[in-house]
């Protein structure tokens, strides 16, 4: 299948190499040229444009990092829209929210182009070792089409509904593991400034009731003061507002989501926004006065 892939950085040049592999022809666009380094090492062709991505491709995916970049590279100037053929299909990857979705799909039905939101969860690892989650909202037959090439992505796709809806799931998912994150912080600083040892605090709430995975990125990144980016605090800081902005929308309280992103943006406000999203947890170390750290 000829395929084209747009945003080929973190998640993304994992997942286009696994496509690859799985033997598709690919055209790859990203704004950074050497992050395509290793896509085209495969076996991949540059394109120069996302438009040109998109030119003689079946299936289109784009794997970028806001809303606002996804619209802009869908349907601007020189965008995927402007170079895919009528009865190709466009499959976001990204993590969009619903009404953008919705008013790029209007754009796409003009040209002739099936756009599904299909966003992943389960960080670089997952991207690295083809076993995300991948959340499709769309057409059914399309996904159906296509449920091939995004069984080379992950292991666990699945459809959610029509446009939009594998958008939703995302946010929610995103929005329950970033806002864990924020309660995990206060509790270990809690447990922390009483006198617990942060493993032994680890190890205590791993075998109990308040067992999360959230929690399982802690002996290698905030014990370690690790925060090399996998998933950015910037990026943690987007997915909360998308999900907070869909509440206002519905008119749906959400206090304890407000909370958390305002931990998110006081993160993004010290200068941690490059750093993983873990690093909201210095922000609360500082409130507390306490390291989250084993002792030595």
Same mark, same amino acid.
């Given at each position: 299948m000829k395929v084209g892939f747009v945003g080929v950085g973190f998640m993304g040049r994992h997942m286009a190499r696994n496509v690859l592999n799985g033997g598709h022809e690919m055209k790859v666009?990203?704004?950074?040229r050497d992050a395509a380094d290793e896509a085209l090492s495969l076996g991949a062709t540059w394109a120069n444009s996302p438009r040109e991505a998109a030119e003689g491709s079946e299936v289109i995916f784009t794997s970028l990092p806001t809303p606002q970049v996804v619209e802009e590279v869908a349907s601007g100037e020189g965008g995927v829209f402007s170079g895919a053929s009528r009865g190709s299909a466009l499959f976001d990857l990204s993590t969009t929210d619903p009404t953008t979705i919705q008013r790029i799909a209007t754009r796409a039905e003009a040209s002739g182009i099936e756009l599904l939101d299909a966003p992943v969860s389960g960080g670089t690892g997952g991207a690295e070792a083809a076993t995300l989650c991948v959340m499709v909202g769309g057409d059914r037959d399309t996904y159906d089409r296509y449920k091939p090439v995004?069984? !080379?992505i992950g292991d666990k796709v699945m459809y959610c509904g029509g446009l939009g809806s594998g958008a939703v799931c995302k946010i929610v998912n995103n929005l329950v593991g970033l806002s864990v994150g924020v309660l995990l912080s206060e509790a270990f600083s809690m447990g922390v400034k009483w006198g617990v040892d942060a493993q032994t605090l680890y190890e205590a709430v791993s075998g109990s009731s308040g067992n999360t995975n959230s929690m399982h990125g802690f002996p290698n990144g905030i014990f370690r003061r690790n925060f090399e980016p996998g998933f950015a605090l910037d990026l943690a800081a987007k997915d909360v507002g998308l999900a907070?902005? !869909?509440? +206002?929308?519905? +008119?749906?309280p959400m206090e304890m989501s407000n909370i958390a992103q305002q931990r998110y943006i006081d993160g993004q406000n010290r200068g941690f926004g490059r750093m993983a999203a873990g690093a909201v947890a210095i922000v609360q170390e500082e409130r507390a006065g306490v390291e989250i750290a084993p002792k030595q």
């Open positions: 666009y990203d704004l950074n995004l069984d !080379l907070t902005q !869909l509440g +206002r929308e519905l +008119r749906v």
